[in-house]
């Protein structure tokens, strides 16, 4: 069988969400996600004060669904990652990258001082991202997190983790 292998993308599109992206954001973390979350939260929780939601599509492709997007919130100088999610067939191409490396350019020009997250301990894509961005363990949560299926009933801890913008 002939294998495709995704190339990294080079210029990507990143926008602030729209209600228009909103379903297909709901399908990219439904898919990310034990409990994916419906478009009526989706739209609620970008609509929250502070909110900033970008998205990335495709190089030259600005009428096409997003291919990933972060949510994160800012209260004052500090500001947290809500979620962030790339679609399955689309992961390890650097847009989770691209959509953090924007996400932080936002938040250091409206004067954050420091970006916190909470990632699961056993989400070792995610916690390399993070680590590789210079996010560092400020602290943990035991349990914080119910076991995903019937076969996996164990808890895991949640990490906390913490970016400081000099
Ligand atoms: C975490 C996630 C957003 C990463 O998105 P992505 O678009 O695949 O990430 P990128 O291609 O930009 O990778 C960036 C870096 O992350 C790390 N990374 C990504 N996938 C990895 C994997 N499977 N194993 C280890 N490190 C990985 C690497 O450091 C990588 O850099 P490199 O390609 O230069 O080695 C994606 O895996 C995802 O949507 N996961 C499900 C949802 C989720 O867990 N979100 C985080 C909740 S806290």
Redo the contacts with the bound molecule.
């Keep these: 069988m002939i294998q495709f292998f995704q190339t990294k993308l080079t210029s990507p599109y990143i926008t602030g969400a729209t209600s228009e992206d909103i379903p297909q954001l709901s399908t990219i973390h439904s898919q990310?996600?034990t409990r994916g979350w419906s478009k009526n939260e989706l739209g609620k929780l970008i609509g929250s004060q502070g909110a900033l939601c970008l998205v990335l599509r495709q190089e030259g492709k600005i009428d096409q669904p997003p291919m990933?997007f972060v949510l994160c919130r800012q209260a004052s100088d500090e500001a947290e990652i809500i979620?962030?999610?790339?679609e399955p067939k689309?992961?390890?191409?650097?847009?989770?990258?691209?959509l953090m490396d924007a996400a932080i350019r936002n938040l250091q020009s409206d004067r954050v001082k420091s970006l916190f997250?909470?990632?699961?301990e056993t989400?070792?894509?995610?916690i390399?991202?993070y680590r590789?961005l210079g996010f560092v363990q400020a602290g943990e949560r035991k349990g914080y997190y119910s076991g995903q299926s019937d076969d996996e009933k164990q808890p895991t801890n949640a990490l906390v983790m913490r970016l400081d913008f000099q």
Aim: hydrophobic letters at 35%; a positive charge; proline letters at 0%.
């Design positions: 990310s996600f990933g979620t962030i999610a790339t689309n992961r390890k191409r650097g847009i989770g990258r691209f997250l909470e990632v699961d989400n070792a894509s995610a390399g991202l590789s």
